[in-house]
Structures are given as C-alpha cells and as structure tokens.
C-alpha cells in the first residue's frame, strides 16, 4: 500500500462488495483484452523519500550551479535578488495547491492575487490593462503578434533583429502554421535599421514588433518606430525588461500599443529556464481582443466586493471553433511570486534595482574594455547587458572564466553569425566590486 | 476569523520599505550620465510602500480566502486535483538543481539533462509512445505543438489537402480551439447515445482532406472508447492520424497504452495525471509524445544521449521548430520525476486501479439520487446530470454553490457539453474511503434539500467569504486594476 493511497485492503473489499464487483480487474471489463499491457511497467521499484533525496543531490552535484561561481550570464534569463519572503508565501499550500479559481466563492486569495498583479504590470508599462500572465515570454510574444493580426484583419508582422533570438524562432514556428508572414528587419551599430524598417512596413502589417532594452541590452530610440508604425495603422508591440521599467519611460508613453515581457526577473529563479512567466498589457480599447485570462473587480449579493474571472466570453471553451488563441492556464503560481516582488520592492525598490544594474553594468563595461583588449561592439546607451569583442574566439574565452569560477557571458555567434566573437555580459544588482574587478582581470590575462 | 477585504494598495503609507538590496559598493552617478534624459522616466512607477511584515500578514489572509487540495476534497472533473506530495516540493527546489541558467555550458547541466531524458523516457513506456518532448508548457500548448506536427507530417509527404481535423462534440474546449490555431478547419460529429464516437458519423467525414482526429479516452464522459482500436483503423486508412489527449490519463496506467491503442501522438499533463501542484491556474507542464514516423518532427532542442553525455541536440532538419522560449517549465518536470520514483511500476498502477475504483463506487452510491445518463462501468470520472427529476427547479450550478457551504470543492460543472446540467466527478486515488463517503452523504443531502427547500440551494453559498457574484457587472462594468 503506498502513502499517497489510503485504501486498505478492507476499504477495497467494501467497495467492491457494494458494486457487486469481485475485484478490480471487473472495473475493467471495458477495455479489449486485446488492447491491454500484460506486462508490469519498466519504472523500477518505489524510492523511499530518503532514497529519492539522495538520488536528487547526485543529480544536483552533475550540475554546477551558479552558486558555485559568479555569474554574468543572462540574454532573457537573469540573477537578480529575490526577496526571502517570495518562497514563504509562494509555499503557502492554500495558494499552490488550488485549481484555476473557476469558483470564486472559495478563489478570492488568487483571484484579489491575479487583480493586484494585473494592477501592477498595467502601471509599470503604462497601459490600461494586463491579463492574468502567459506561458512565458516568447509565447506572450507570439500571442501579441497574433491579437494584432486578428485585430487589424491583416496577415504579416514585422520583427526587428534585435529582438531576443527564441521570440523569433518560436515566433516563425507559430505564425507558418496560421500562413502569417513575419518579416524580419536589419539591424545598424546594434539598433533597428529605421530606414530598412520604413522599406518593409506596409498597408498589410498588422504589427512591429521591437524589443526595449533590446536583446543586446540596448535602449533604443522607439520614436520613428512608433510613427512608421502608426502611419500604416499597425500595432506597435514593445518586448520589455520589467525591471527596466523602474528608470525607462514606460512603452505606454512611448506609443506601444500591446506591452509584452518574459517576467522571470521578478522575483522567479532561474529553474534551467522555467516555469517563468509572460505578461502582457494592452489600452482599454482592446482589453477584450485580448488573450488569456483577466479578472475584474464586481459585487456579491450582499453588494461586497469580490472578485471573478471576466470576458471569459473570449475564452477558448466558448469560442470553440473560431478561437484566436487556444491559451488556457496563466502561471499563477509564477505571478503571485511577481506580485510579492513588486511589491516587496515597491516604488523605491525597483527604481534602485535598476539603478544599480546601470551603475554595475557601465562600471563593468568601462573596466573591461579600458586595456582595448576588448572592445565595445556597439555605441548605444544600454541598461545591464552590454556587448564586447576581440580577436578571440568567444567559446575559448568563456571556457578560461569557467575555470576561474565565472560563468561569462552570452556567446552572440551562436545567432549573429556577422557578431563571431562577441560576448554579452549581463550585470545585475547582485554583482558586487569585487566579482566584477576579477572578470576583468581573468579577461585580460587569457 | 474576520473577513479580510483589503487589496496590497490599499494599506500602503508613503516611505514604507520591504526590500533589503546587496550593499553597495558601486552606487555612483546619475542616471543622466548614463542613459539620456529623453529615455528616463519622469515619475516613479506607482507600486506599493509597505514594510515587510505587511506583506507578509497581507498575503497570508488572502491564502486563507483560497480553497486547496490541502484544504479539502476537489473533486473536479478532467483536473485530476489528487494530492501534491511534499517531498516533490523540497527535492525540486534543491539549490544545485533550480539555480542553473538554461544557457550555461552543456557540461555543466548534466544532472538537469539527464533527469529530463529519463523523464522523457519513463513517459514513453507509461504511453507506448517512442518519443517524449518536454518543450510545451501546458496541455494546451502540447495540444498545439502536436497539431502542428501532425501539420508537418502530411506536408513533408506532399499531402497538402489534408486541412481539417475531427473533434467529437464530447472533446475539451482546448482541442477546437488548438486545431484553429493550428491553422486547421473542424470538423465535429455527433457522439451516439453511450457518449462514444459514433463509427457512422465518423465514416461519414473521413476523407483525403481529414488530417486526423483528437480523441480523449476514456472520453470526457468517463468511458472508455472500446471501439477505439477500429476508430483507429479507419482513419489510418483514410490517410489520417489519431492525437490522443492525455486529460484521462489516470484512469489507464499500467492497464492500457495510447501508443498500443494505434495513437500517434499525445499530450501528457504533468499538473494532472503526475501530481505537480495547479498553482492556481499554473504553471502546468505538457510534455507531448509521438510514435517513430512523428520523431523528426519534434521540436528542438531535442535532449539526446552520446556515450555518457547529455546534450542539447539543434540539428534536426525536419523540426517544427521552437514552440517556447528555453526547454519547457524544468521546475514542474523535477516534481513528476519525483512523483514516478516515489510510485514505481506497481504505484503508478495502484493510482490508476484506485481512481477506477474510487469512482465507480461514488457513481453507484449517486446513481439513485442524481440523473445518471449512461449506466455502466466507467473509468476514473463520471458525469450526472443534476438532481433527478423532472421538476429542476434547481440547477446544477446551485448544487455546486450547496457544496460550498459544506466545504468542498464542487465538481466540474456544465462540461461535457452533451450532458445536460452535467456534474462531472473525478475522486483521484488520494482520497479515503471516509472521505468519499462524507461527499455522497453530502450530496445525497444537497439532493434531499432540493426537493424540501430549494430556495437554500438558490441563494447558497452562504458562509464563504463572498456570496455569490454578479458576474454579468464584472464584463459589462470591466475593472480590471485598482485606481485611487
């Protein structure tokens, strides 16, 4: 009898006895003889909990984690600082362990959870309004790009190179099935080619799509996106660090018309690159062209406020067969951690974060390329990622910092062949003086 | 304990903190010299001030509004809501295991990879498929990244017609929805009078413009599609493939394989049939897979072994391509890797004989007191439709408000759509027998109840912390974030 089944052996007698049934097997009479496994499944014998640990720490010491060294990793996924509390309440089995609040009597800790975090990602990229989160960044993408397409009924979207690399690729895996076209723009000194822009961008473009900080760290200048865009009635779509957000000028200031952004860095760990979360947020007017899920704010009988799923009329179970999206869940466990760190950090913190991010990551910059070993790739204002490069293979570079306990940066040739060599160093709060005056000296001497 | 009605915004004090940043050693400049003006923001994010004891006594009310697993039975239908073990919890978050960037070095992910590929594997042999992907991050996306390659498939044989696929009407909402977002037309048909697929009507569409057909089995209903080797036959024939739904999962394993049924692909829900926590509405995990002639199609990366080495393998020609970011939601993965060590062969079995058991013993103790629209064996759900009688003065969505007064999680209600007033009941195999009991008392109760006083089954609930909710206001007067 195992723990997680309480039947005893009397209980199943009883059962059975009561249906008339002599054993089990009787329960299923319904499937072919034929059809059945007469054999016992190939997965070993039950672990014990103390055996099953054991082997989970062997399977952890075959990893090195990035707490065995110093990381200046990033490219989507990044170490920041996550407040001890995140893991507290997040633990909280009343939260985990429910369902989807499709009965919201019993569901008004998520549901008041998804509206606070819906509050928040709306103020942090200026729009009006945010659906209750996505499977993760680039499928939240991908979605923005499909709500612009059936919003403006047009079948094309451009995408700038600098946009993060996987956005792409799952962007072209998702729209060749929909027969939308996508069509990627140049980029010049690490920005979006405005002029190559303004060659593409037509009456048939349903939306452009451009990432702030772009994938190279990079701020780049959305004003002429912004009017191509707008001048053809297309959708501006921003792909954005949220932690950004607590200096830059929110994408709603900017003219974005759908916000989208990979969450991980607030407050979700690094997880081998998930579960994390996409958000998205978009202007009032098209709150109900938008996918996912949202909750709104009404009354009880009793006139009290509650809390409840809403529009769910855009639901994939009701629209069955003209559905525009077939998203289900959010990641409402990974946007409860969100929430707490937003607001575990508050105004002021997020404002420092990225403060500290610009302040560690220009001081790394200037320290590593101030012998002209290495040299910047581009000469554009950048938030905590920059790009360097030299006359060595950034693979052998990043293989040297390994063995000095620094996992280095993000070797760009792997998706910009024209960029061989570059590395891209990401640098978050968390890095302190010391670690980044040793990447720069182990740099130097390799 | 009082109701709590406050939102985080709504107790916050100017200049209140919670968070503790690193010291700091390198906190110089102005972000003018950096980054130019036109860039910056000129006001603060409006975002909370309040200290960290707030935030802690904030939340923890609001779990205390929630309903779990560890608070009481959750009978839902199709969710397969069944305990979430703990240990799964603490092994998945040992640090040389989550604090792993997912771009570092292959060499230095190895333990990740390996869990992964075994992961891959002990898939395989619970479904009789040949090959896992681990990539999609819910049922739904799996459902979609297996239309997309059932897509490819026809394409790569130059068999461009093939542009509708075959939904029962008794399907999950997901399968319509995913087969248009994949781009293909739907075509559904009609169940026959026992909930399964009616050979007729299915014959009657199969044609060399079908590219296949999305099936749940046992079926929404609880049934198990005992024609099922036929069905796949004739759409075999017809050209078509056969895409399993894995929703049904635990009422099969260890008794019967979709691979060994003629599917060719599948979707499995990690967060269902392999226990890892809902979340509350995430992240689930959909790992989905295929027989052989599919293998080529997976997405990439595909986690393949060379000698003792794991490794991220890009290098597939025939691929559809990535369908998300990174390599799936790892954190859900190490949970139901946990979960099928601690079961082994015979556990994963007893889960499934279990569930059976569990349900065909509520069926029967509910049959007399509820509608029962199909009497026969069914699997590890049942579907009833509402309150016997002619006289429904109540609906079913009244019962499920009766149960929250009685503190339980009500079944999935309104679903399958072929039931009318349906009340779909999936026990799990995590539940007692005393536990099992105490719900059929309650609903024998609820049932009693709705014939002597159906005015308390109207206006219930009556002791959670809202009543019920003017859901109509909430659409038509959308509020959507708090303002001052």
């Not at chain 2, 060399?208 to 749940?216: H, P, Q, R, V």
């Amino acid at each position: 009898m195992h723990r997680y089944i309480p039947n005893t052996e009397v209980d199943k007698k009883l059962m059975l006895d009561s249906m008339g049934a002599k054993s089990i097997e009787d329960l299923f009479e319904d499937v072919p003889k034929e059809l059945r496994l007469n054999r016992a499944l190939n997965l070993g014998t039950a672990l014990s909990e103390t055996d099953l640990t054991k082997h989970m720490h062997a399977l952890a010491n075959k990893n090195k984690s990035m707490n065995e060294g110093v990381s200046f990793l990033g490219a989507g996924a990044y170490d920041h600082y996550i407040p001890a509390i995140i893991k507290h309440i997040a633990s909280r089995s009343e939260f985990f362990t429910a369902y989807t609040p499709y009965q919201p009597e019993i569901s008004q800790g998520t549901l008041r959870v998804i509206f606070e975090y819906q509050t928040m990602i709306s103020n942090l990229t200026g729009m009006d309004v945010a659906n209750a989160s996505m499977y993760d960044g680039p499928t939240a993408c991908v979605e923005a790009g499909m709500m612009a397409c059936a919003n403006t009924r047009r079948k094309s979207v451009v995408v700038s190179k600098t946009v993060h690399p996987e956005v792409r690729k799952v962007m072209h895996t998702y729209m060749k099935f929909r027969d939308i076209e996508v069509i990627e723009v140049d980029m010049a000194d690490g920005v979006t080619d405005i002029e190559k822009l303004k060659s593409v961008v037509e009456k048939n473009t349903a939306g452009v799509i451009v990432q702030n900080p772009n994938f190279f760290g990079i701020i780049e200048d959305l004003t002429e996106v912004e009017k191509i865009t707008h001048e053809n009635k297309g959708m501006l779509i921003t792909y954005v660090d949220p932690i950004s957000l607590g200096i830059l000028k929110a994408p709603g200031e900017l003219g974005a018309d759908i916000v989208v952004g990979e969450g991980q860095s607030l407050g979700n760990g690094l997880n081998f690159g998930g579960p994390y979360l996409g958000f998205m947020a978009t202007k009032s007017k098209l709150a109900r062209k938008m996918p996912g899920r949202i909750v709104g704010q009404s009354v009880d009988v009793d006139r009290k406020r509650a809390f409840v799923l809403t529009l769910q009329a855009r639901e994939q179970h009701i629209r069955r067969f003209k559905a525009t999206s077939n998203i289900c869940s959010n990641q409402g466990l990974n946007a409860l951690m969100a929430t707490i760190y937003l607001t575990t950090m508050g105004k002021k913190g997020l404002k420092e974060v990225a403060q500290r991010c610009v302040q560690k990551s220009h001081y790394a910059c200037n320290e590593i390329t101030k012998s002209g070993k290495f040299k910047p790739l581009f000469n554009q204002p950048f938030f905590k990622e920059f790009v360097v490069t030299s006359d060595m293979d950034s693979e052998n570079v990043n293989k040297n910092l390994l063995k000095n306990g620094i996992f280095g940066g993000y070797e760009l040739g792997k998706d910009y062949p024209e960029l061989e060599n570059g590395i891209m160093f990401a640098v978050t709060e968390k890095r302190t003086k010391n670690e980044i005056d040793k990447l720069s000296s182990v740099l130097e001497v390799i | 304990m009082k109701a709590y009605d406050q939102l985080i915004f709504e107790i916050c004090k100017e200049g209140r903190t919670a968070y503790s940043l690193p010291n700091c050693d390198l906190c110089n400049g102005e972000m003018s010299e950096f980054i130019p003006n036109a860039f910056l923001r000129v006001h603060e994010v409006e975002l909370p001030e309040v200290s960290e004891v707030d935030v802690i006594r904030h939340y923890t009310n609001l779990s205390n509004l929630n309903y779990g697993v560890d608070t009481g039975f959750y009978p839902l239908g199709s969710c397969t809501m069944k305990y979430n073990p703990k240990i799964n919890e603490d092994v998945a978050s040992i640090k040389g295991l989550t604090d792993i960037h997912p771009y570092q070095p292959e060499e230095t992910v190895q333990g990740a990879l390996e869990m992964m590929y075994n992961l891959g594997n002990m898939l395989s042999e619970i479904s009789g498929m040949d090959k896992t992907t681990l990539q999609p991050a819910a049922g739904a996306h799996g459902e979609l990244t297996g239309l997309m390659i059932i897509k490819a498939y026809h394409e790569s044989r130059g068999d461009v017609k093939r542009k509708k696929i075959i939904v029962p009407d008794s399907a999950h909402g997901t399968n319509p929805a995913t087969a248009a977002v994949a781009g293909f037309e739907i075509v559904e048909i009609q169940s026959d009078k026992n909930g399964a697929v009616d050979i007729d009507a299915l014959k009657a569409v199969l044609n060399d413009e079908i590219a296949g057909l999305m099936l749940t089995n046992p079926s929404t209903l609880g049934l198990f599609e005992k024609n099922i080797k036929w069905i796949a036959d004739l759409v075999h024939e017809a050209g078509g493939l056969l895409y399993y739904d894995g929703a049904n999962m635990n009422a099969i394993m260890g008794k019967v394989r979709p691979g060994d049924m003629g599917f060719d692909v599948m979707h499995y829900n990690l967060h269902k049939t392999f226990s890892t926590p809902h979340g509350g509405g995430g992240p689930g995990s959909g790992p989905i897979g295929v027989k052989e002639h599919l293998v080529k199609f997976l997405p990439v990366p595909v986690i393949d072994k060379k000698e003792d080495q794991y490794l991220l393998n890009y290098d597939r020609p025939d691929t559809i391509g990535k369908i998300k970011g990174f390599y799936g939601n790892y954190g859900i993965m190490l949970r139901a890797y946990a979960y099928i060590l601690t079961m082994g062969s015979e556990g994963i079995k007893e889960v499934s004989e279990i569930a059976v058991l569990n349900a065909n013993y509520m069926m029967n103790k509910l049959k007399e007191h509820y509608y029962l629209p199909i009497n026969q064996v069914c699997k590890h759900e049942f579907v009833l439709g509402g309150v016997g009688g002619v006289l429904l003065e109540v609906s079913t969505l009244d019962v499920a408000k009766r149960l929250l007064d009685y503190g339980y999680h009500p079944p999935t209600i309104y679903f399958p759509l072929i039931v009318n007033e349906a009340l779909m009941i999936e026990p799990t195999e995590t539940e007692s027998l005393e536990t099992i009991d105490g719900f059929i008392e309650t609903m024998i109760k609820i049932a009693k109840e709705a014939k002597e006083d159906p005015q308390i089954l109207k206006s219930a609930p009556h002791n959670t912390p809202v009543k019920r909710i003017d859901e109509a206001r909430a659409a038509r007067n959308l509020i959507v974030k708090w303002e001052k």
